[in-house]
């Protein structure tokens, strides 16, 4: 891909979003140091006292905090000397917590810190990996072979990266499909659950596009191969879905930023608050350093630190199951801010195929006549490859056809000789005398923005037939629900204005930009975010790839072309708009629980501080309860796994 995170976006992030140090935390020694800790300081439960206990529950420290006290110690060396400055981080707040719990001989309450600090550790990270289990899992799904035909008809077993465009690949029943290409021959239900997110098997047949790494039915399908393998729709997916580590969202990213001032401020806190104690509220020496310990507890951050992360992999998770990918945690989260969002009309607002909507007949056609002339109509027009010869033989599928002679002449239309008499199929303006009936239906379908053909005899018209693009049943759920949330919505389209209106009041859409040109799309989205701050995009075509990047949140359409996919900042793998107003609901709720996690995690600090002060909190107790939060925290954020309920 050619670009992921965009330079000039206001919110774009190229943040360090792990450790700059690697510290695998679930690595195997890890595991083994940490259990073996566990059982030493349940042994250490059993011991009565003295110094075999003790030393248990030393050994218990020294293992299960391994990797704790190794990244608090050599993280905080390392990053001090990169940036030259103290760069501290939570770890050393726990490891120096510990080290003086163990001066004052409580030795099981430095263990228990450890324990549960490493466990919830441990927690967090499986908690990361879980919520990116639904997008990892794609680079496992990329196909590694394939069934290429050979020029004696037999077939040969090839490694995906030796295919070349113009292959014919064998694709038996069962088989993965290796990579991108159309159907020459056969028909097939292809399971595209993993590329689009549909739940229903697609039928395929000669012409039909297949994506690499979907899931062939029962049936054979011979294919060519239209795509390299680096360019294929499922190595994009793996590239884009590669930057949601890279990129977080702005509260994350604050918080890892304030991160190493916090850990400072409390270190420096921590002598005064033990001088305060001895000094000033006359606690004795012991009393003083035990509650130091327990303030160096009480206001490490641990339970701020994973308030966003988690919450917001795992919403990307679940967006992910339901075939819609973000690139980064930034844009998921910008989208809960949406105060506008502008629309390309073909393809994305509707289906980008043209249908026949109506039909009209001459006032004094008998039945029997319109029967015939609606065989001569789809036999006229099967002799044509003009896209609205595809609607009208759609729209006629059961009539027969009978066999014509059809000549198309240029700026006249499709003309033919039956029975006598010559036909004509064309524009309103290629007849000169039009019948007042045939005239008032043609000007009213006009303003519904619906493009008219007429057919008739060499002086007569007939009939018409009034053809538009359609809008998707899903757009209009998405329209109405983006109405209801105050959200203003724009139609961009390059169609004439009457034509792209007559769809805008078909879908109550606030505004509509029509006569726009595709340089111009991008200029109209700066425009419009002057007024509105917050503005997405949602567009499918090469034309709207300057307009996506130009918008605070470009979402492309799956179906739509590579540039786009490139360019934007998320994607809808089905062209369903739903499934966008769907993403903007579960970005409010990620906003919330972030927000809730926020208020949790602070709210128990200060609690913990003020009943240390006022003598009404030990040790154990705030172990307890500042790693219970932590715990807390992240639950709560995994519950976006599961996502909201859809309407």
């Not at 195997?28 to 248990?56: R, S, W, Y």
Request: charged share 20%; with cysteine; net charge negative.
């Amino acid at each position: 891909m050619s670009k992921f995170v965009k330079d000039d976006h206001p919110h774009g992030h190229n943040h360090e979003h792990e450790h700059e140090c690697d510290h695998s935390h679930g690595g195997k020694k890890e595991v083994i140091l940490f259990f073996t800790g566990i059982a030493a300081f349940l042994i250490a439960l059993f011991v009565n006292g003295g110094a075999i206990q003790a030393a248990l529950f030393i050994t218990s420290l020294v293992l299960s905090g391994y990797h704790i006290i190794m990244e608090g110690i050599l993280d905080t060396f390392r990053q001090t000397i990169k940036r030259k400055k103290f760069m501290p981080n939570i770890h050393i707040l726990m490891t120096l917590a510990a080290v003086g719990a163990v001066i004052i001989g409580e030795y099981m309450e430095a263990a228990l810190l450890i324990l549960i600090f490493g466990g919830a550790h441990f927690l967090e990270h499986y908690a990361e990996d879980k919520s990116n289990k639904e997008i990892t899992n794609l680079i496992k799904i990329n196909p590694t072979t394939a069934r290429r035909v050979i020029e004696n008809g037999k077939t040969e077993i090839v490694d995906v990266a030796e295919l070349r465009i113009g292959d014919k690949l064998s694709v038996l029943n069962g088989d993965q499909i290796p990579t991108d290409g159309i159907v020459v021959s056969g028909t097939s239900a292809v399971d595209q659950s993993s590329i689009t997110g549909e739940s229903i098997p697609v039928e395929k047949q000669a012409g039909d596009v297949l994506y690499g790494s979907t899931m062939n039915g029962a049936g054979t399908l011979m294919m060519e191969v239209t795509k390299d393998s680096s360019e294929t729709v499922i190595s994009k997916i793996i590239e884009l879905v590669s930057q949601t580590k890279n990129n977080m969202s702005k509260t994350a990213a604050f918080i890892k930023k304030i991160e190493p001032i916090y850990v400072t401020i409390v270190l420096f806190l921590t002598p005064i608050f033990f001088l305060l104690g001895y000094l000033v509220m006359h606690w004795s020496a012991y009393d003083s350093f035990y509650r130091t310990m327990v303030f160096l507890i009480a206001t490490s951050p641990c339970a701020l630190a994973v308030t966003d992360i988690p919450a917001t992999l795992s919403a990307i998770s679940n967006l992910a199951k339901r075939g819609v990918l973000f690139k980064g945690g930034s844009y998921l989260s910008n989208l809960s801010d949406l105060t506008a969002v502008a629309f390309d009309k073909t393809g994305t607002l509707t289906t980008g195929k043209p249908v026949v909507t109506e039909v009209y007949f001459g006032g004094e056609t008998t039945e029997i006549q319109q029967q015939e002339f609606e065989k001569i109509i789809v036999s006229m027009e099967s002799k044509s490859n003009h896209p609205l010869a595809e609607a009208i033989m759609k729209y006629y599928a059961a009539v027969a056809t009978i066999e014509l002679e059809v000549e198309n002449v240029l700026g006249v239309g499709l003309i033919a000789r039956a029975e006598d008499t010559t036909y004509k199929i064309g524009k309103p303006n290629s007849y000169h005398t039009i019948p007042a009936d045939i005239q008032n239906q043609t000007t009213q379908l006009e303003n519904e923005g619906k493009t008219v053909v007429y057919f008739g005899t060499e002086d007569t018209v007939l009939a018409l037939l009034a053809i538009q693009d359609i809008p998707k049943e899903t757009s209009k759920a998405a329209i109405q629900y983006f109405k209801k949330q105050q959200i203003h919505t724009v139609m961009l389209t390059g169609d004439a204005k009457r034509t792209g209106e007559a769809i805008g009041r078909q879908l109550a859409i606030d505004e509509v930009r029509g006569n726009v040109m595709p340089e111009e799309k991008a200029t109209i989205i700066s425009e419009l975010k002057k007024t509105y701050p917050v503005m997405a995009m949602v567009g499918d075509g090469v034309n709207d790839a300057p307009a996506l990047v130009t918008a605070d949140i470009g979402v492309a359409m799956g179906e739509g072309t590579d540039i786009a996919i490139d360019v934007a900042d998320a994607v809808l793998m089905k062209n369903d708009l739903s499934k966008f107003a769907y993403t903007h609901r579960l970005a409010k709720k990620l906003r919330k629980i972030v927000w809730q996690n926020i208020t949790f995690a602070l709210a128990v600090v200060v609690l913990l501080v003020v009943s240390n002060v006022i003598g009404q909190m030990n040790m154990t107790l705030a172990v307890i309860f500042h790693e219970g939060s932590t715990l807390a925290v992240i639950f709560n954020g995994l519950r976006l796994l599961k996502g909201i309920k859809e309407i």
